[in-house]
């Protein structure tokens, strides 16, 4: 079977999408880690032919930086952070397992119903597409709400933050190289300084579960 360009970047967008879904079942924090860099691959990868097709050279640079700052920066400091402080998981949810998979599944018939089918004439040669990146921001944005420890939270920002660019290459609202590569500068600063002030959380309070922490009171 001979797969279309289009055929191939659905499947990455597919693949995307359910190491999303994954994080949300992951009860290991490195397999929380390996899912977002599996994740930031397949976006690089989707970047890196779009740059290939315009043969930008600027956007190539930016996915350069993007596969650094995403694929390896990132995924250290976070396992940095787990390893010096010996953070266990936080598998808690507001949710359980079952209800969980329901809300996913219920996120994800949302964003393919009536309500944002006009999003289709944005792309409609990859439709299906453009609805499943949709999808994937939804359900990392509840994994943000439905997570209690704040390692997997960061996580879900960063998640969601990649659902959003496969969002935009879907819907050819990519931007420019230059933003890009600010909006990768950006990234890059945020890590560190999350990185810095979570090691200071630990340290002061001794945990990094975020319900923990709203029962904590400075003496």
Excluded at 85 to 91: C, G, P, V
Excluded at 135 to 151: D, H, K, P, Q, Y
Aim: glycine residues 6%; aromatic residues 12%; proline residues 2%.
């Amino acid at each position: 079977m001979i797969f279309t360009l289009l055929q191939i970047i659905f499947l990455l967008e597919v693949l995307i999408f359910l190491t999303t879904v994954f994080m949300h079942l992951a009860h290991v924090n490195m397999l929380l880690i390996s899912l977002y860099r599996v994740q930031s691959f397949i976006i690089c990868v989707l970047i890196f032919g779009s740059a290939i097709v315009t043969s930008s050279a600027l956007l190539m640079f930016a996915v350069i930086l993007m596969f650094g700052v995403k694929v390896i920066v990132a995924p250290y400091f976070f396992t940095k952070l787990i390893k010096t402080h010996n953070l266990k998981f936080t598998s808690s949810t507001y949710l359980n397992g079952p209800m969980t998979l329901l809300a996913i599944a219920i996120l994800t018939g949302l964003a393919h119903s009536h309500y944002f089918q006009p999003l289709i004439i944005l792309a409609k040669e990859s439709a299906n597409g453009l609805l499943l990146a949709l999808a994937t921001i939804l359900i990392s944005i509840f994994l943000l709400i439905n997570r209690r420890g704040v390692v997997s939270q960061m996580v879900g920002v960063l998640s969601l933050e990649n659902a959003i660019v496969s969002f935009a290459f879907f819907s050819g609202l990519e931007a420019t190289p230059n933003m890009q590569i600010g909006i990768i500068f950006d990234l890059l600063v945020w890590v560190i300084i999350v990185y810095i002030f979570a090691g200071m959380i630990h340290e002061r309070f001794g945990t990094l579960d975020s319900t923990v922490m709203n029962n904590l009171k400075e003496e």
